[in-house]
């Protein structure tokens, strides 16, 4: 057996007693840390997710100094979508933006599927370097977008607060949202597979913007499509779950399945397993801004947490969503002894 294996992160992911509550951090290599800034400020954004050399070095050295019990790749969720048709740049104080966005029934024929992963080949190769370099016993998380929030990027053309295009399309043309939906789900299935092959021993599905959704039109327009990525992959690795912006979906969110739910810090973390179940992992759920606080507050609120984990095998802590820039390392390496010492007593 992989010393990662039995590491606590794994363990908890199966549901077996660890020693401590294990935690990772999402995020965790960003621009608060200054070990990050360092390679950063050499280069593009898209030009370190796209160098495998220096994705690695900022994915190990964030786990190195936080002392964390995972590692997660350093990329992000857009870049898969440039072989499959979408024009992407990252524009500086304004984030992604998408310059052929999918609006007309001839914008969607030019989207293609990924049936080809080699002009993503700088994602494996990376994974295959931070699996080297990490410690035998810390367990590498591969990740990518859910199809919901990747569709109301490539449809939107950026971020987006009432989803007004993602949406007209998604009621008014459903053959057309089935066919975007259907390349994404394809393509996502490929990419993580591809992750896990490179060497990640677990990935997590961001559906970051499916909160804007209601019960109802999540299990009709993207439940059928997560599941099918979920059933996929999991055979191969344990997959992570995550939705944030909306708590009303936990019950539709558990139908779409995964080793483990991830909660934002909207929902109470006992209530929130109590719905999903107790055979099902969960992971959280520390308001971000917590970080922000002094330490004598974030050992409070973090503690909170670990009492409404109660002990129970399964618990993986996080934040409810990522680390914010600006925040001090110094709390964020803080927040990772409270839950290992809590753990430990």
Not at 270 to 285: I, K, L
């Amino acid at each position: 057996m992989p010393a990662y294996d039995d590491s606590r992160m794994m363990k908890a992911l199966r549901r077996e007693p660890v020693d401590t509550t294990p935690i990772w951090i999402m995020r965790q290599a960003g621009r608060y840390l200054p070990e990050y800034m360092a390679v950063r400020n050499r280069v593009t954004f898209l030009e370190l997710c796209q160098t495998p050399e220096l994705a690695a070095e900022v994915t190990v050295t964030a786990q190195q100094v936080l002392g964390v019990d995972a590692a997660i790749l350093f990329a992000d969720l857009l870049p898969m979508l440039m072989p499959m048709g979408i024009d992407l740049t990252y524009e500086k104080g304004e984030g992604p933006k998408i310059h052929n966005p999918l609006r007309t029934n001839a914008d969607i024929d030019n989207f293609r599927e990924l049936e080809s992963l080699s002009e993503l080949q700088f994602v494996f190769d990376a994974v295959k370097l931070i699996r080297e370099q990490l410690p035998a016993d810390i367990p590498l998380l591969g990740f990518a977008g859910a199809p919901f929030t990747l569709a109301s990027y490539c449809i939107e053309g950026g971020g987006s607060k009432s989803y007004v295009a993602t949406k007209s399309l998604m009621y008014g043309d459903p053959t057309a949202w089935d066919a975007v939906m259907s390349r994404l789900t394809n393509s996502l299935i490929r990419y993580l597979k591809a992750q896990i092959e490179a060497g990640c021993q677990a990935v997590q599905l961001f559906d970051s913007w499916a909160g804007c959704l209601g019960p109802d039109d999540y299990r009709k327009y993207v439940l059928p499509y997560t599941k099918r990525i979920i059933d996929a992959v999991l055979p191969e690795a344990p997959v992570i779950n995550f939705l944030t912006g909306n708590p009303a979906l936990l019950p539709v969110q558990k139908e779409a399945g995964g080793a483990a739910i991830g909660l934002d810090w909207r929902v109470d973390l006992a209530e929130a397993w109590e719905t999903v179940g107790y055979d099902f992992a969960v992971q959280g759920n520390l308001d971000p801004v917590t970080l922000f606080a002094d330490i004598p507050v974030i050992r409070e609120r973090a503690l909170d947490v670990l009492k409404k984990a109660a002990g129970r095998p399964g618990h993986i802590f996080n934040l409810g969503h990522g680390v914010m820039p600006g925040m001090k390392p110094e709390n964020v390496k803080a927040l990772v002894e409270i839950v290992h010492e809590a753990g430990l007593r």
